[in-house]
């Protein structure tokens, strides 16, 4: 599951958790929309990443969402952004929901 911020029950502050019926949640933290430059989405997901707390043992969770963005775009974001913050770790989104739930309560079921 995926929450705005803003409309997640548990709070904005709130990167990553459990529904009571064991459903991971993740935030939406920006979108990188067609046209957005490769720049451009590289400063939002460091942004984010430097906005969390690199010597904490606990990880946050965010979900960039793409729309109409080819592979090439992708792969360009993602290893210019990872050079400009070593906290980051790219999953796909059904991994990532097992980190949140393996993370918050410390099993997968």
Known sequence: MVYTPNIDPRGPQNGGGVTKQGV????HVADLP???SVDDG????????????IE???PSFGIFRT???PAAYHHQVATTASAQAANLEWVDPVTMGMLVKLH???SLK
């Open 56 to 58: 904490s043992s606990t």
């Open 67 to 69: 729309i109409l963005q």
């Open 24 to 27: 991971p949640v993740m935030h």
């Open 34 to 36: 067609i046209g957005l």
């Open 104 to 106: 918050v309560t410390g």
């Open 42 to 53: 590289v400063k939002l997901v460091v942004a984010f990443a430097h906005a969390q707390n």
